[in-house]
Each structure stands twice: as C-alpha cells, then as structure tokens.
C-alpha cells in the first residue's frame, strides 16, 4: 500500500496491520459521514469489487451479489470514487459493431486496501488473480504519466478486449504472462482503430511493469 503509515512501517506483519486499520477506520468513519447506514452490504460490493478488478461491471450482477439494488450499487461506487477508493474506467467506442459502450471497470488506487478486502499478502506470482493485480499496477503507473489525460478500455460482445485506450491515440494491453497474448484478439481492435499504436506489456515473463512508464 502507498499510504505513510504504512510505507514507514518496517515490519512486514505490521503493515498489513496497519492496512487492516485503514479499512476498519474508512469503514467506521468516512462511510458514515457520506451517509451510508448499512455498512455489510457496502463492504461486501468492495470486496466483490476487488475480484473482478479489470473486468467490466455488470450492475445486475453485482446487485445480486451484493444483494442491494442496482442504483444503490451505483450509488455506492459513486461514494468510493468520489472518497478517492476506487476509479471507475470508461469504455472506449466510436459504436462499431458489438462494441461494449456502457460497463465501466474498477481500479483500486491503493493495492494494499485490495489486498486486504480479498485477504491476500501473498506474492503476485503466487496469486490466481495476478493477471487483474497486474492490471491495476498498470492502471496507476499510466496515471504517473504527466502526458496521460485520459485512460479508457475496449471490449466487444466476444470478449475482445484492450486493457488501456491512452488518450484515444495509443494503446496497451497487459497480461502477468507474455505467452497469453495472441494476435487473434486484437484482429477487431486493429481492423476497426489502425491508426491507434497498440503495445503488449507482460510481468515476469517480458517487460517489468515499470517498462509501462516508458511507452
């Protein structure tokens, strides 16, 4: 996590602590202070939240899940990014053909607070959901970038998808392991936007995910 209490915490059980307290106190004061009465089913969409990170946001199905109507959870993600937990990431379309123009995704600004809404410390190599851990590093390192003024995705019906449209201009698209990456899955995206630059960044397996701030 990036908040000074816990960088400054040398010890590896104390920072988790430290996040653990952080999500009790935003728990306890800012969502009250935001009007929000009934705290379990809030927590419970964070936590859904943070397993589908990456992924396009269907409100019915996190209704269901949540168990909340579809404007309360709408209303919620507006509380979790107006209080700075969360951004929600817009799609990219022109409206070409099965084109997705409506589902947002949703990114942690904070990686510990993920972690501990999934109570998972372990090592991203180690993890099942490294691939949308990856993503959501890649999401705040574009956000480093002072020429970055805009961060959509592109996804149609059949699940293509571009993780990054960077400006309208230029695209990225992440994946923990370089060997996921085919070219089938961007025939669409460059048949439809030739004129926008595309580049893969990979973790371990290819570039570090500090290479994304070069691009």
């Not at 430290?18 to 927590?43: C, M, Q, T, W």
């Not at 700075?84 to 123009?101: A, D, H, N, Y």
């Not at 998808?161 to 400006?167: G, L, S, Y």
């Not at 899955?185 to 595309?198: A, D, N, R």
Request: proline share 4%.
């Amino acid at each position: 996590g990036g908040y000074p209490c816990v960088v400054t915490e040398n010890d590896y059980a104390g920072k988790q602590k430290r996040l653990e307290e952080l999500v009790h106190l935003f728990l306890d004061l800012d969502l009250r202070r935001a009007g929000v009465k009934n705290i379990s089913p809030f927590y419970n969409l964070m936590k859904f939240l943070a397993e589908k990170t990456g992924e396009p946001l269907n409100m019915s199905e996190l209704s269901g899940l949540s168990g909340i109507t579809s404007p309360t959870v709408e209303a919620y993600l507006r509380i979790l990014s107006n209080l700075g937990i969360v951004s929600l990431t817009l799609p990219f379309t022109t409206q070409k053909p099965k084109e997705l123009g409506r589902m947002p995704k949703c990114y942690f600004w904070d990686m510990g607070i993920r972690n501990v809404l999934l109570n998972n410390f372990s090592n991203i190599e180690d993890r099942l959901d490294r691939d949308g851990y990856f993503e959501n590093l890649c999401f705040l390192l574009l956000h480093q970038r002072a020429n970055v003024k805009s961060l959509k995705f592109w996804r149609n019906q059949n699940k293509q998808e571009v993780d990054f449209i960077i400006n309208e201009t230029d695209a990225v698209d992440t994946s923990f392991n370089a060997q996921s990456f085919s070219p089938n899955k961007y025939k669409t995206f460059q048949k439809f936007y030739p004129e926008i630059s595309l580049k893969r960044v990979a973790s371990v397996f290819g570039n570090s995910a500090e290479d994304i701030l070069t691009l």
